[in-house]
């Protein structure tokens, strides 16, 4: 069931996530919140002319800060999540960040690590790396967390213990460069990591594991971690796959790889995984139907789709919000743009009521998704690769003039419009100055019931003996030659489309008939 905003058409110009059914709708994870920060500034403003190509990037961001104040409930996915945002802050985190950090710190150690063994490795080292962002690392609620995770050792899959290594590192722990050694101990001969350490021979290269470990080594102060994280990004250039994604098309490791590539200068690589995002993100809501926060990322495009008119699914934070977090930081790095808005093209003159209008925008982002609206009517659409939507959608029937709009982000962010001008059938007045007329005179029609600086034409005897354009009161006044012979003679009047027309008769007489 769509709002109350029909959606007449979907129009997906390339290939997106499939319009398959859902079911469930948007929960929350907790019945508190934490306190709101209205208009939380961003701190990823983007150079002077990038601005057109960061906006979804800024979009998630936002998504990702609002998200904070629904998970209280969630300890664990509060922690990822505030991790994402506190990094996408670089250092300068907002309200909501530091809100989040504030209400963790006394239940991290019950809830967020309170695994035994190598399982508490990972909530571990993503603990460290928040605490080492925004707090004391060696007193996070009470716990020191570069001690507790010296003392488990190199344990865990290969994503976990590349981001201990990280953590470690960004903590300035004395521990971090054998951490950082045993990951590139781990390495294999291609350059890629597998998900368990030791495992070179019989298993298969993983993106995720690659990722994390380029994360770790690439600033590393050792030549060996640096040689080690050049092969994995060049490895991870290698594994793109065609359409700027990875794995298949899921979102958490295509955005990972491009973080990695982007954050060590690979842009051309990073700039084709920050535009495949956009195929997973929610740039619209209300005037197309959809229900789906702005700004969100699915987890993949499949998801993505089965969403737009259900809404989001029961237990969507554990999935959509990490997601989100890891493509915000994906989408850093989009190609860059000319810098310029979108432009909409709507079609010029009058236009036939109930006919089919073709729209084009132009300077949108590569494969944005849009909605265009024509009254009430929302149609959504995806910008190509070079930021062009072409709708062809059919105009309202009645007249007069009906405003489109191009909107991305809820209205918030693009916004075009444009009117256009429609004209419905209608019987057009014709009157003649002389009802009986001598043959080889001159008549005088007038039209009436036009539209202002409507195109008209008089046909008699099966041509058109007069063009003129309607005064802004509607009415057309044009002569022509009656020719010889006698009888009853129709004029007809078309206006600019055929089911615009009228008609009058007159008579001709020779003088002595009068």
């Not at 994906?330 to 093209?345: E, Q």
């Amino acid at each position: 069931m769509l709002t109350t905003r029909s959606v007449l058409r979907r129009s997906m110009l390339l290939a997106s996530a499939s319009l398959l059914a859902g079911t469930g709708t948007p929960t929350a994870a907790s019945a508190a919140a934490l306190p709101g920060h209205d208009g939380e500034a961003l701190r990823t403003t983007p150079p002077p002319g990038w601005r057109n190509a960061y906006l979804p990037q800024e979009r998630a961001q936002s998504a990702v800060v609002g998200g904070l104040s629904q998970l209280t409930g969630d300890v664990p996915l509060l922690g990822q999540l505030t991790l994402g945002a506190a990094e996408l802050a670089f250092g300068h985190p907002g309200g909501r960040v530091r809100a989040a950090v504030a209400f963790l710190e006394p239940r991290a150690e019950r809830e967020w690590y309170a695994l035994d063994g190598v399982a508490r490795a990972r909530p571990l080292a993503q603990a460290l790396l928040l605490a080492a962002l925004l707090d004391d690392p060696r007193d996070f609620g009470g716990v020191d967390l570069v001690g507790r995770l010296e003392q488990l050792g190199a344990v865990g899959d290969t994503s976990t213990r590349a981001l201990a290594a990280r953590a470690l590192t960004t903590a300035g722990s004395d521990s971090a460069a054998e951490r950082r050694d045993d990951l590139v101990g781990q390495q294999c001969g291609g350059g890629w990591w597998t998900v368990q350490p030791g495992t070179c021979d019989g298993a298969a290269p993983d993106v995720t594991a690659t990722a994390q470990a380029v994360l770790a080594l690439r600033e590393a102060p050792e030549p060996a971690s640096v040689t080690a994280a050049g092969a994995g990004l060049d490895w991870l250039a290698s594994a793109q796959g065609a359409d700027g994604s990875f794995d298949d098309g899921l979102v958490l490791p295509t955005a990972l790889a491009g973080r990695a590539l982007g954050e060590a200068g690979r842009s051309e690589p990073a700039g084709r995984v920050a535009v495949w995002l956009r195929l997973a993100q929610a740039s619209h809501q209300r005037d197309c139907g959809a229900k789906i926060p702005v700004g969100l990322v699915a987890p993949s495009r499949a998801a993505y789709g089965r969403a737009i008119e259900p809404g989001l699914p029961a237990g969507y934070e554990r999935t959509w919000l990490p997601a989100t977090a890891a493509a915000s930081h994906a989408m850093r790095f989009p190609p860059r743009g000319d810098g310029s808005w979108p432009r909409l093209k709507a079609p010029a003159g009058y236009q036939r009521g109930g006919s089919v209008g073709r729209f084009v925008a132009a300077g949108v982002p590569a494969l944005m998704e849009v909605c265009l609206t024509l009254g009430d009517t929302g149609v959504l659409a995806r910008a190509d690769e070079q930021g062009r939507v072409v709708v062809r959608t059919r105009l309202p029937r009645a007249g007069g003039s009906v405003r489109v709009r191009l909107l991305a982000y809820d209205r918030k962010v693009v916004r075009r419009s444009e009117r256009v001008k429609l004209l419905q059938a209608r019987r057009l007045t014709v009157s003649l100055r002389a009802p009986v007329i001598r043959p080889g005179g001159r008549q005088v029609a007038v039209v009436r019931d036009l539209a202002p600086q409507e195109r008209v034409a008089l046909r008699y005897r099966g041509r058109i003996v007069a063009r003129g354009l309607a005064t802004e009161q509607g009415v057309l006044r044009a002569g022509f030659d009656v020719g010889r012979g006698t009888g009853r003679e129709p004029v007809v009047a078309v206006g600019r489309f055929a089911n615009r027309r009228g008609s009058a008769v007159f008579t001709l007489a020779p003088a002595s008939g009068r």
